[in-house]
């Protein structure tokens, strides 16, 4: 019979999290989460099959903590932009996990298809508000989510890596230049992406 696991599987998900958080992905040892919880490691393969197992698991809750952010949008007008902002702001004050979940290497990943699924139902949820907002086709959506999203995101690598400093009032007048810009380039059908765009189920 195999041991009993000292703490539960969420006990130490949440562990290496904040470890995560405050150290960056690096920290993400066996040995230091053991120490974290004030164990050895033992614990931790008891819960898991090995440490690639633990990590996709603090992934998820990482993404989780991200979609937290992200649904404080809701309510705003537009809440694209709003979105957008929440996801910069999850870059100020989590950066390690900015880093975690954006900035490490996904070697499965061939183009922004890839990154669209990875980010689940708050991709989906940014396309349709863009389609309801701006009446735009599913096709026109998506795309106008990718070329917002891949700046936005490089607004939050440069903040994440303390490579830049920006104000909110900075952001939001970035956020809006950018995404009346593709709108009106979308619009006038001078606008690619450079992936193929699945069609909506």
């Known amino acids: 019979m195999p041991p009993k696991a000292k703490y539960t599987r969420e006990e130490i ?9 405050e150290k960056g992905i690096k ?4 040995r230091e989460i053991g120490a974290a919880l004030g164990v050895s490691s033992r614990p931790i393969f008891t819960a898991f099959q090995n440490m690639d197992e633990l990590l996709a698991e603090v992934r998820k809750a990482a993404l989780s903590r991200f979609e937290e952010y992200a649904r404080k949008a809701e309510g705003f ?3 694209y932009k709003q979105l957008g902002l929440q996801m910069i702001l999850f870059a100020v004050e989590q950066p390690k996990l900015y880093r975690l979940l954006f900035m490490t290497e996904k070697p499965e990943a061939k183009n922004f ?5 990875n ?3 708050i991709a989906v949820l940014c396309v349709e508000v863009i389609q309801q907002d701006y009446g735009l086709s599913y096709e ?3 795309l106008l989510f990718e070329h917002n999203w891949i700046y936005t995101y490089a607004i939050g690598a440069l903040i994440a890596t303390g490579v830049c400093r920006f104000s909110m009032d900075e952001i939001q007048d970035m956020l809006s230049r950018e995404f009346v810009a593709m709108l009106m380039l979308i619009k006038a059908g001078k606008a690619e992406s450079c992936t193929t765009i699945p069609q909506k189920q």
């Open 119 to 121: 980010l689940g139902d």
């Open 27 to 30: 920290a993400l040892t066996a």
């Open 140 to 142: 026109n959506a998506r």
């Open 113 to 117: 298809d890839d990154v669209f699924v």
């Open 13 to 21: 998900i949440e562990t290496a999290l904040e470890l995560a958080a």
């Open 77 to 79: 007008t537009p809440v």
